[in-house]
């Protein structure tokens, strides 16, 4: 039961949901009508879903009452008496700004789809179906201590508290639309296993080098052996240790630490087993959703893609270095763009701190999961980037009807049925087939079809041989091993960091945060800095997972996870700050393989510079951190200045452009003329070396190619410059044809007149909702959609604003939130992210932070109650019924 006093509908104030990726629609004629039909419903419908943010509500459940506190922005601080009580208020307020993106995801995380949307997501459900993201889920669950599955249940409570006194549109407006073309679905209530699933789609938002690893075996079929080997060691060089930086230099010796995790860090295989890998369990409307021809493809549209800019900055700085004497704390993760964005901005606070109730904790957190994943407590402070190891392997298997070979022997697969429920559709069994390495992938995407068809390529770079013993009417298929796919420990990681007092406690939740695998960077109230690699790290066998490897043999199996106390740490380095940018983490004498799929460390050395630039000017401020979260500087783009210095071109137009070079200062700013002549020329430049050869570009983004390319400007004579299919012979000719290129681009888009050039246009971002907005049709698109905002930085820049190389100018992904926190005194901390804490389309925290976000503005995050008090503008009880 719910009731509610003073219940006027105020301004709403919303959490944030993780992305889920872009959705495109194709809708069919019928829409158009319900295009029509909306102007009559639209006003009524769009603000009855905007949630009570004050006065009182008495609701089921709760034991005491709870203080939910929102300032301007619609960001909540809320206050309980227990524990219990403060995560069933994030659920019910979680639910509040964001439940149709919450109710989404778990249908995106449990291969669902199709029962919201149709046939035509059936493929889709299928290849999520196949991963089995929500069965790992549900055993993680199983396997939780009781106070962190009280927590999870209570936060399901909180939700279901809310979505119990409202119900279709009353929820969020894009039920309206969906009860149109599906008019008998209908949320079902929220359980813990729906919010642990999200962080499996969050690990594969973060997953690495599949692609990559996939894009060299293809592009080894495709050539002999030698020119394949000589060409993949191009396109994918080595880390450039002489030129930038590791993470930890030098490895700190500590203490023993106590972690949570000795399961995930065992030298045992998975589910325990003996070593070798361990049995994986895998787990008619009128709206067509457009369908996807890849399995990779299929999963990155709903849930996120690895493509350009996925990653993420976050570097501390010891008091040493600051004006204050205390230590600084900076981040902004890499994701891709979405609206709402993926954060959500939340304070938990127990009324009194103690044993029964430990929370004291303010930062980012993700609809539909309860606690804070990134942010600060009263006594530390704490940051992710993406790890970038290889944590995904792909395994070649030999299958011989329901069997596989291995060690010499056939084995059988496993087969489970699974069941499709279709909207408006008839039921769809699904047959999923794993081997002991995971779920069996080739049928489901071109990419790895062509692989199993052909599988010779990759396995000769393997320095593998087909099975002895194997019959000629035997097939190849591709199976995936990643380590998502096994139960972990992420889940309880969330409640240990948040309530970590010393670098101790830090490393005992470090030690619990095994999937998805990121750099956390440290700092605490005692001055004290600190690094700490985490994750389920594999150690592999005869293979090292650059390409496909051989499953019918053992000896390229995973043989165990890195020991926790053998990852890389560093305590209080003498240099007096920590940088992570997804750059390697040690170097290459390390006694583990982490991966050779790093990027390449241009924004990490950037940032090591200016905070040392700036340290040797003065001590280092707060403003200091903002101002080199912003800097645009394109690595690539001084290289390029240098080189077009000598280049004639044909043609007063090009001639002026490329003179715009000679005096830039290489920033990405967003009113620069010659950052948009240098960034169409960049990627005319790419596409005339490598795509008109029908070579494909590494999936790891734009900061790889800065290294190829940067390395051919060195060497005139490499041959590559030469590219008999646009006739071009040598470097000036490449160079100067791609300068005359990027002026025809650049002046069919912004005019012939360079002095109105500018970057921020050319590179603008248009915020599309994940769901509805991409419909295809204008008045439900204007519905959700937002912008275009111009925007500065790009690709492999501080200021990461991805775009994809030779498809459009466009972000794509964006520093998803950025935050900067004073250990001298928290309430001078700041922080914002990509669009505003509500998901309800025309609610004025909608998109109410990213103006700010897009010129580096942040604003500032009250933690004290002085502080908070004094940022209130709304304030919510809720009370137990009766």
Same mark, same amino acid.
């Not at 900055?313 to 004006?323: A, D, K, M, P, Q």
């Given at each position: 039961?719910?009731?509610?006093?003073?219940?006027?509908?105020?301004?709403?104030?919303?959490?944030?949901?993780?992305?889920?990726?872009?959705?495109?629609?194709?809708?069919?004629?019928?829409?158009?009508?319900?295009?029509?039909? +909306? /102007?009559?419903?639209?006003?009524?419908?769009?603000? !009855? @879903?905007?949630?009570?943010?004050?006065? %009182?509500?008495? $609701?089921? *459940?709760?034991?005491?009452?709870?203080?939910?506190?929102?300032?301007?922005?619609?960001?909540?601080?809320?206050?309980?008496?227990?524990?219990?009580?403060?995560?069933?208020?994030?659920?019910?307020?979680?639910?509040?700004?964001?439940?149709?993106?919450?109710?989404?995801?778990?249908?995106?995380?449990?291969?669902?789809?199709?029962?919201?949307?149709?046939?035509?997501?059936?493929?889709?459900?299928?290849?999520?179906?196949?991963?089995?993201?929500?069965?790992?889920?549900?055993?993680?669950?199983?396997?939780?201590?009781?106070?962190?599955?009280?927590?999870?249940?209570?936060? +399901? /409570?909180?939700?279901?508290?809310?979505?119990?006194? !409202? @119900?279709?549109?009353?929820?969020?407006? %894009?039920?309206? $639309?969906? *009860?149109?073309?599906?008019?008998?679905?209908?949320?079902?209530?929220?359980?813990?296993?729906?919010?642990?699933?999200?962080?499996?789609?969050?690990?594969?938002?973060?997953?690495?080098?599949?692609?990559?690893?996939?894009?060299?075996?293809?592009?080894?079929?495709?050539?002999?052996?030698?020119?394949?080997?000589?060409?993949?060691?191009?396109?994918?060089?080595?880390?450039?240790?002489?030129?930038?930086?590791?993470?930890?230099?030098?490895?700190?010796?500590?203490?023993?630490?106590?972690?949570?995790?000795?399961?995930?860090?065992?030298?045992?295989?998975?589910?325990?087993?003996?070593?070798?890998?361990?049995?994986?369990?895998?787990?008619?409307?009128?709206?067509?959703?457009?369908?996807?021809?890849? $399995?990779?493809?299929?999963?990155?549209?709903?849930?996120?893609?690895?493509?350009?800019?996925?990653?993420?900055?976050?570097?501390?700085?010891?008091?040493?270095?600051?004006?204050?004497?205390?230590?600084?704390?900076?981040?902004?993760?890499?994701?891709?763009?979405?609206?709402?964005?993926?954060?959500?901005?939340?304070?938990?606070?127990?009324?009194?701190?103690?044993?029964?109730?430990?929370?004291?904790?303010?930062?980012?957190?993700?609809?539909?999961?309860?606690?804070?994943?990134?942010?600060?407590?009263?006594?530390?402070?704490?940051?992710?980037?993406?790890?970038?190891?290889?944590?995904?392997?792909?395994?070649?298997?030999?299958?011989?009807?329901?069997?596989?070979?291995?060690?010499?022997?056939?084995?059988?697969?496993?087969?489970?049925?699974?069941?499709?429920?279709?909207?408006?559709?008839?039921?769809?069994?699904?047959?999923?087939?794993?081997?002991?390495?995971?779920?069996?992938?080739?049928?489901?995407?071109?990419?790895?079809?062509?692989?199993?068809?052909?599988?010779?390529?990759?396995?000769?770079?393997?320095?593998?041989?087909?099975?002895?013993?194997?019959?000629?009417?035997?097939?190849?298929?591709?199976?995936?091993?990643?380590?998502?796919?096994?139960?972990?420990?992420?889940?309880?990681?969330?409640?240990?960091?948040?309530?970590?007092?010393?670098?101790?406690?830090?490393?005992?939740?470090?030690?619990?945060?095994?999937?998805?695998?990121?750099?956390?960077?440290?700092?605490?109230?005692?001055?004290?800095?600190?690094?700490?690699?985490?994750?389920?790290?594999?150690?592999?066998?005869?293979?090292?997972?650059?390409?496909?490897?051989?499953?019918?043999?053992?000896?390229?199996?995973?043989?165990?996870?890195?020991?926790?106390?053998?990852?890389?740490?560093?305590?209080?380095?003498?240099?007096?700050?920590?940088?992570?940018?997804?750059?390697?983490?040690?170097?290459?004498?390390?006694?583990?393989?982490?991966?050779?799929?790093?990027?390449?460390?241009?924004?990490?050395?950037?940032?090591?510079?200016?905070?040392?630039?700036?340290?040797?000017?003065?001590?280092?401020?707060?403003?200091?951190?903002?101002?080199?979260?912003?800097?645009?500087?394109?690595?690539?783009?001084?290289?390029?200045?240098?080189?077009?210095?000598?280049?004639?071109?044909?043609?007063?137009?090009?001639?002026?452009?490329?003179?715009?070079?000679?005096?830039?200062?290489?920033?990405?700013?967003?009113?620069?003329?010659?950052?948009?002549?240098?960034?169409?020329?960049?990627?005319?430049?790419?596409?005339?070396?490598?795509?008109?050869?029908?070579?494909?570009?590494?999936?790891?983004?734009?900061?790889?190619?800065?290294?190829?390319?940067?390395?051919?400007?060195?060497?005139?004579?490499?041959?590559?410059?030469?590219?008999?299919?646009?006739?071009?012979?040598?470097?000036?000719?490449?160079?100067?044809?791609?300068?005359?290129?990027?002026?025809?681009?650049?002046?069919?888009?912004?005019?012939?007149?360079?002095?109105?050039?500018?970057?921020?246009?050319?590179?603008?971002?248009?915020?599309?909702?994940?769901?509805?907005?991409?419909?295809?049709?204008?008045?439900?698109?204007?519905?959700?959609?937002?912008?275009?905002?111009?925007?500065?930085?790009?690709?492999?820049?501080?200021?990461?604003?991805?775009?994809?190389?030779?498809?459009?100018?466009?972000?794509?992904?964006?520093?998803?939130?950025?935050?900067?926190?004073?250990?001298?005194?928290?309430?001078?901390?700041?922080?914002?992210?990509?669009?505003?804490?509500?998901?309800?389309?025309?609610?004025?925290?909608?998109?109410?932070?990213?103006?700010?976000?897009?010129?580096?503005?942040?604003?500032?995050?009250?933690?004290?109650?002085?502080?908070?008090?004094?940022?209130?503008?709304?304030?919510?009880?809720?009370?137990?019924?009766?």
């Amino acid at each position: 039961m719910m009731t509610a006093s003073n219940a006027t509908t105020p301004p709403t104030r919303v959490p944030l949901a993780v992305r889920i990726g872009r959705i495109a629609f194709l809708v069919v004629a019928s829409v158009v009508v319900l295009a029509v039909a +909306a /102007a009559f419903f639209v006003t009524f419908t769009i603000q !009855r @879903s905007f949630p009570q943010t004050t006065g %009182e509500i008495e $609701v089921d *459940g709760l034991q005491d009452e709870v203080t939910v506190q929102r300032d301007d922005r619609g960001v909540p601080t809320i206050t309980a008496q227990s524990s219990d009580d403060l995560f069933y208020a994030q659920g019910f307020v979680h639910a509040q700004d964001r439940f149709f993106e919450m109710d989404f995801r778990r249908h995106v995380t449990s291969g669902r789809v199709a029962e919201m949307f149709g046939e035509s997501q059936a493929a889709t459900d299928a290849f999520l179906r196949t991963l089995g993201w929500r069965e790992v889920a549900e055993r993680e669950v199983e396997a939780m201590d009781d106070t962190t599955l009280s927590y999870y249940e209570a936060y +399901a /409570a909180g939700v279901n508290a809310y979505l119990s006194s !409202r @119900s279709g549109a009353e929820l969020s407006l %894009e039920y309206a $639309v969906i *009860g149109m073309q599906n008019p008998d679905y209908a949320p079902e209530p929220w359980e813990p296993a729906d919010s642990v699933a999200w962080l499996k789609a969050m690990a594969w938002d973060l997953r690495g080098n599949v692609e990559d690893e996939t894009d060299r075996a293809l592009l080894a079929a495709g050539l002999d052996e030698e020119t394949a080997q000589a060409t993949i060691e191009q396109l994918y060089p080595e880390y450039p240790f002489d030129e930038n930086p590791v993470i930890v230099p030098k490895i700190s010796t500590l203490p023993a630490s106590e972690t949570g995790a000795d399961a995930a860090f065992s030298s045992e295989g998975p589910h325990g087993t003996d070593g070798t890998e361990g049995e994986l369990q895998q787990a008619a409307t009128t709206i067509d959703w457009q369908e996807t021809s890849s $399995v990779i493809e299929a999963a990155s549209v709903l849930v996120g893609d690895v493509g350009e800019g996925i990653g993420s900055n976050s570097w501390v700085v010891s008091g040493e270095l600051t004006e204050s004497g205390m230590p600084l704390l900076a981040n902004d993760p890499h994701l891709g763009a979405s609206l709402p964005s993926v954060w959500y901005q939340v304070q938990l606070k127990c009324a009194e701190v103690d044993e029964a109730c430990p929370f004291d904790v303010g930062g980012f957190s993700f609809s539909g999961l309860p606690g804070v994943v990134i942010g600060h407590n009263a006594h530390v402070a704490w940051g992710f980037t993406n790890l970038t190891t290889d944590v995904t392997d792909l395994y070649i298997e030999r299958i011989e009807g329901d069997q596989y070979w291995r060690d010499g022997a056939l084995v059988p697969l496993e087969e489970r049925t699974e069941t499709i429920k279709v909207a408006g559709g008839d039921d769809i069994e699904l047959t999923i087939r794993s081997t002991v390495h995971g779920p069996i992938i080739s049928g489901l995407t071109d990419d790895f079809t062509a692989i199993a068809a052909d599988p010779a390529p990759a396995l000769g770079a393997a320095g593998a041989t087909p099975p002895a013993g194997a019959g000629e009417d035997a097939e190849y298929a591709v199976s995936i091993r990643w380590t998502a796919l096994d139960p972990g420990t992420a889940s309880t990681a969330i409640f240990a960091l948040s309530t970590a007092q010393d670098f101790d406690g830090f490393r005992r939740a470090a030690s619990l945060f095994d999937v998805p695998a990121q750099n956390l960077v440290y700092a605490d109230t005692e001055g004290n800095i600190g690094y700490q690699t985490p994750g389920r790290l594999p150690i592999r066998g005869a293979g090292d997972g650059w390409m496909p490897q051989p499953g019918w043999d053992s000896t390229f199996d995973w043989t165990g996870y890195i020991p926790f106390e053998d990852l890389p740490v560093s305590y209080n380095p003498a240099s007096g700050y920590i940088v992570t940018a997804n750059n390697a983490i040690v170097t290459d004498d390390y006694e583990y393989f982490l991966s050779r799929d790093w990027d390449q460390g241009y924004r990490a050395a950037r940032i090591a510079h200016l905070i040392e630039r700036r340290a040797a000017a003065a001590p280092l401020t707060a403003d200091d951190m903002r101002a080199i979260q912003m800097d645009n500087e394109m690595w690539i783009g001084k290289q390029l200045a240098i080189a077009m210095a000598d280049v004639d071109v044909k043609g007063a137009g090009p001639s002026e452009a490329v003179d715009l070079l000679t005096t830039w200062d290489a920033q990405n700013a967003a009113s620069s003329a010659a950052a948009a002549y240098a960034n169409v020329l960049w990627s005319n430049l790419v596409q005339n070396l490598f795509v008109e050869r029908d070579v494909p570009l590494p999936a790891s983004g734009q900061g790889r190619m800065f290294t190829v390319i940067g390395e051919l400007l060195e060497d005139p004579s490499d041959p590559l410059w030469t590219n008999e299919t646009i006739g071009v012979e040598g470097m000036t000719e490449m160079l100067a044809l791609s300068a005359e290129e990027a002026y025809d681009e650049l002046a069919a888009i912004q005019g012939t007149a360079i002095s109105r050039w500018n970057w921020g246009d050319l590179h603008a971002i248009t915020l599309t909702s994940d769901t509805l907005g991409a419909s295809g049709i204008a008045p439900i698109e204007a519905l959700f959609n937002r912008g275009p905002f111009p925007v500065s930085g790009g690709a492999s820049v501080v200021n990461a604003t991805g775009w994809d190389l030779g498809t459009s100018y466009a972000t794509t992904t964006v520093p998803s939130m950025r935050m900067v926190i004073d250990l001298s005194d928290f309430d001078a901390s700041t922080w914002n992210h990509l669009t505003g804490a509500s998901g309800h389309a025309f609610h004025e925290n909608y998109t109410d932070q990213t103006v700010d976000w897009s010129t580096g503005i942040q604003n500032p995050w009250p933690f004290s109650a002085k502080a908070i008090g004094a940022a209130t503008t709304d304030e919510l009880v809720l009370r137990p019924a009766g």
